[in-house]
T-cell receptor, first 113, second 115 residues
């Protein structure tokens, strides 16, 4: 049972344009959501998070939007840069982040120069 | 600040052999996790420690996998005997474990190939 789903295995975006990565979840007990970025041969690195009491969190070029009623979140990267090419994982947890993280299957983002 | 250290980086073993992985978390991090990432999938939690106690090991195949975190710092994950389907990257992560602070920091992982 995949509780966190990233339905797009890959995405290609022109440099300078907006990248939008999507994530859906099924467990209504999730209340804390995170995005991780992973380069080849490295472990995932934390990018940005959002708690269920918010619908938007912004950090520089990265913004995460949460739609609780739709059980959907998205990561926006503006403007996209070549260094953003990586695999992006969406993750979720409950009890304000004090429970285990459940990861999606990842989306491979390729930024085209 | 030093990150999460894992060793070895790569390991190739034959099925039915045993293998062990080591992890040193970020200093001061109370929570330590072991994840298994099979190719094409997201990381799956195997076991979570809070200091030296187990918080969650519901997805750990206990007939062949074991983990310990002596003294609440370093941790080892062992597989005995290994099966072909254990081929994966094993990721160790740590976090402060404080309320509302769950950002986990990952090591580079150990890529295990079982042949």
């Amino acid at each position: 049972d995949q509780q966190v789903k990233q339905n797009s295995p890959s995405l290609s975006v022109q440099e300078g344009r907006i990248s939008i990565l999507n994530c859906d979840y099924t467990n209504s007990m999730f209340d804390y959501f995170l995005w991780y970025k992973k380069y080849p041969a490295e472990g995932p690195t934390f990018l940005i998070s959002i708690s269920s009491i918010k619908d938007k969190n912004e950090d520089g070029r990265f913004t995460v939007f949460l739609n609780k009623s739709a059980k959907h979140l998205s990561l926006h990267i503006v403007p996209s840069q070549p260094g953003d090419s990586a695999v992006y994982f969406c993750a979720a947890s409950g009890l304000f982040g004090n429970e285990k993280l459940t990861f999606g299957t990842g989306t491979r983002l390729t930024i085209i120069p | 600040e030093a990150g999460v250290a894992q060793s070895p980086r790569y390991k190739i073993i034959e099925k039915r052999q045993s293998v062990a992985f080591w992890c040193n978390p970020i200093s001061g991090h109370a929570t330590l996790y072991w994840y298994q990432q099979i190719l094409g999938q997201g990381p799956k939690l195997l076991i979570q420690f809070q200091n030296n106690g187990v918080v969650d090991d519901s997805q750990l195949p206990k007939d062949r996998f074991s983990a310990e975190r002596l003294k609440g710092v370093d941790s080892t994950l062992k597989i005995q005997p290994a099966k072909l389907e254990d081929s994966a990257v094993y990721l160790c992560a740590s976090s402060l474990g404080a309320t509302g602070n769950t950002e986990a920091f990952f090591g580079q992982g150990t890529r295990l190939t079982v042949v």
